[in-house]
């Protein structure tokens, strides 16, 4: 299984150098529903993971995924979604000036390629005129995160349960501004082939069985204080 291993608070290496987050964490369970599967947590870079997944480095990959048309097309995603993923934007501790898209007319926003977040910032700058500045980075979320703090770019766009996470774990003076843009359910990804359509389709059963047991529930209060698997 293809992750970042970067992206606290859903993967991420823990002080004893293990794999963990709250994706690997349903993926555990899903293990204990169907002992016929059993997963091994390869951490990579966000740009290489469908390169992995394609190239069969990885049979799935867990990482807060939403779905777009372009992913529905190439690929295999779960039909139940394990949580409810957030967008909001992201900006230096204490501004009090952006809340809104309109607010990042004249600003700088950033944005990580190929990101699930970034769907609703590209749709209202197109509906919009195309009046943001949007600055595309290769890195992850903390490269941007830091380019906030020092002032570079103003925005971005994210959970904010990464960022509040990340202001934590490293320091960083970030916080969510303004109101939900969006709420998404995530998925595990697979290959769009016949091993791909199986494993699959087992997840599926052993997801479906977490949630009618409120396993998915429990496990979400665990982590975030509150359900936000539905």
């Not at 970067?6 to 963990?20: C, F």
């Not at 867990?62 to 957030?86: D, P």
Request: net charge negative; glycine share 8%.
């Amino acid at each position: 299984m293809g992750t970042m291993g970067t992206y606290s608070p859903y993967s991420y290496v823990d002080e004893s150098g293990k794999l963990t987050g709250y994706d690997l964490e349903v993926l555990r369970k899903v293990e204990v529903v169907d002992p016929s599967l059993h997963f091994e947590f390869i951490a990579g870079p966000w740009d290489s993971l469908f390169v992995g997944l394609d190239s069969d480095k990885f049979q799935l990959i867990a990482n807060q995924i939403t779905s777009t048309e372009e992913r529905e097309e190439k690929y295999y995603l779960t039909e139940n979604s394990y949580y409810i993923c957030v967008d909001q934007l992201i900006v230096k501790a204490g501004r009090k000036d952006i809340a809104s898209f309109e607010d990042l007319v004249g600003k700088k926003l950033g944005l990580t390629v190929g990101d699930g977040h970034n769907q609703v910032a590209e749709k209202w700058n197109e509906e919009n005129g195309n009046s943001l500045t949007i600055n595309y980075y290769e890195e992850d979320i903390t490269t941007i995160l830091q380019e906030i703090e020092n002032g570079r770019i103003d925005a971005t766009v994210n959970d904010p349960a990464v960022a509040e996470s990340k202001a934590e774990t490293q320091g960083l003076e970030v916080e969510a501004a303004g109101e939900w843009l969006s709420q998404s359910p995530t998925h595990f990804i697979f290959k769009q082939d016949e091993k791909g359509k199986e494993l699959r389709d087992k997840i599926d059963a052993a997801l479906t069985k977490l949630q009618d047991g409120g396993e998915l529930s429990k496990l979400s209060e665990e982590w975030f204080g509150a359900d936000y698997t539905r």
